[in-house]
């Protein structure tokens, strides 16, 4: 059983009791059929749940009236054993993107407030054109704005890619204590340090993906590990065959196949023309939204200024795109360089974009908004910055120990009240430079 965080977050929803169902959004295979199935068995005396990708009759209970005891009254017809426990029933509608309309019924099932209603979909983003003003989209349905709370599930991030491993809440708070108190972990012949970086690089070839990380653990096997990761790719290719455009879809998978010598350059700065020699925006930018939007790779912008607000300096003609889940960026570049990361022996610009993509993972699954700073005469990069109580903080990445010549200067310059280096190595703190192992990131 595989402990998700997003599982207290429901918990202190159903205790919030108010006017909102909840829609949960992801990318395929995150595992948000698990976790809701989960939690609502867990808490609540009566629960169903309505999948409307494998029951296409479903459908028929949002047809016609959108009235809540309409609804309540066709679901009987379908499930004769579903009861009303007033305020302690979950429905949970999975796969919501199959059946609009019922998208639309979360406005009357909240406003019921009867029961309480999860939804889950994927691809939501592609299906719906987002309406911010109740206004209905291409489709011509209504997104109820205002009557559900949209979350975001992402794969495993890398403390419960610790916790599936066995590792307690409480061993890790004492780690996290060295981080706190600016002190050196134990490392040498108590070797904590080497195995916590250890431990790393095998989140970074698993990943988080439920489905790989259960197998991995079951099987013991980095192989069998691999072929989960395939088997993903294979439904994502599916996916995108099913519900692309016929005239983006080869676009779409050139761009999403291009992601590993995007993450070789030495500058990660996305180039179209990586994709092919002729590539573009008007030609391949179609092709990324889609990507985006389901999830599958996540963009972040250069600024212009590194200070607060970023938001007012970015340059949305210049970022840098990663892969959603560390493991299945690994796995694009294929086994035998998964076997040189755990083994410590890959060199070269690739070893270093993979480590931006894993630092990426790990700090914007702690929900950091990322940006990242190259200067207009390239004299100077920072791989990510973000916002912490009302200061601009940069974060460099190394794939090993080495110069900070960018982060000096950067400090010289800005004058942050920390900088934060991650390196292949152990902690060290000399004011306002913070430099942590890598795994540290996840207590940032």
Known sequence: MLRRRIYDYFVSWKKEKTRECLLVNGARQVGKTYIIDRFGRENYKSYICLNMLKNP??????????????????????????????????????????????????????????????????????HYNKSRNGEENESGISVPVGYEREITLRSLDFEEFLWAYGITGETISILKSYYDNRE???????????????????????????????????????????????????????????????????????????LPRQLSKEYLKFQYRTVDKKGSARKYENALDWLIDAGLVCMVRNVSLPIMPLKAYEQPENFKIYASDIGLATAMFGFETQKALIQKTLYGPAKGGIYENLVFDILSKRGFVLNYYKKKDNSQEIEFIFEKNGNAIPVEVKSRNGDTESLNDFIKTHNPPYAIKLIDGNLGFNPPKLVIPQYMAMFI
């Open 184 to 258: 050196k972990v134990p490392s040498g012949e108590v070797g904590i340090n080497e195995k916590y970086l250890a431990l790393l690089r095998e989140y970074m070839v698993v990943g988080g993906m439920p489905e790989v990380v259960k197998t991995f653990l079951k099987e013991h096997s980095f192989m069998e590990a691999f072929k989960a990761q395939q088997k993903i790719f294979r439904a994502y290719e599916d996916d995108i065959t099913h519900y692309a455009k016929n005239s983006e879809k080869p676009k779409i998978k050139a761009v999403y196949e291009s």
């Open 57 to 126: 009759g479903f459908a028929g209970i949002f047809e016609g009236s959108l009235e809540a005891d309409e609804i309540y009254k066709k679901i009987s017809l379908f499930m004769p054993g579903f009861h009303i426990k007033e305020h302690n029933t979950l429905i949970f509608i999975d796969e919501i993107q199959a059946c609009p309309k019922a998208r639309t019924a979360l406005k009357f099932l909240a406003t019921d407030s009867r029961c309480d209603v999860i939804a889950s979909g994927s691809l939501l983003g592609i």
